[in-house]
């Protein structure tokens, strides 16, 4: 009888996990959309957007020897999240020359962007130093649609 049970209720247990999985993976499009650096921004969006590029450098607390993958960047990673999930950072990663990393802001003004990387804890322990930029994203799609037009 115990073996009876099992089969039935094994089945099930990976039924009940397959549909688990299947609502999380279905529902973290609508929760978490991503957009593609490619893809085109709306104009109105940008207009009151400022982008920013801060370059992470090692800091004092930097632990020699170790790549950035080993370094205690728990809570900058929490941090990362949450700047993400909020809508102010775009993109960001380590670089994988052991150099630090990279984050894209798209921020309201300069004291935002400047607020977000002062309060960074990878910052405020002296993991990280930073540089930042402001820079301007050119409309690449657009430039590559009038000349691929232009040549036909």
């Known amino acids: ?10 089945p099930m247990v990976i039924t009940v996990a397959s549909i688990i999985l299947f609502l999380v993976l279905s529902l973290a499009p609508i929760y978490c959309p991503a957009q593609s ?7 109105q969006q940008t207009a009151t957007k400022a982008t920013y590029l801060v370059v992470y ?7 020699t020897g170790k790549s950035v993958m080993e370094q205690p960047l728990k809570e900058h990673g929490k941090y990362m999240l949450s700047l993400y999930i909020k809508g102010s950072m775009r993109l960001a990663g380590p670089l994988t020359d052991n150099a630090g990393g990279a984050v894209l802001l798209e921020v309201s003004d300069e004291a935002e962007a400047k607020a977000i990387v002062a309060n960074d804890p990878a910052v405020k322990s002296g ?3 930073y540089e930042m930029h402001p ?6 799609e657009e430039f590559a649609k009038k000349a691929k037009g232009a040549t036909q």
């Open 127 to 129: 993991i990280f130093v």
């Open 37 to 43: 650096p490619t893809e085109t921004v709306n104009p």
């Open 57 to 63: 450098r090692p800091g004092p607390a930097w632990l």
């Open 135 to 140: 820079w301007k994203l050119q409309p690449w």
């Open 1 to 10: 009888m115990a073996i009876a049970q099992l089969v039935f209720v094994r």
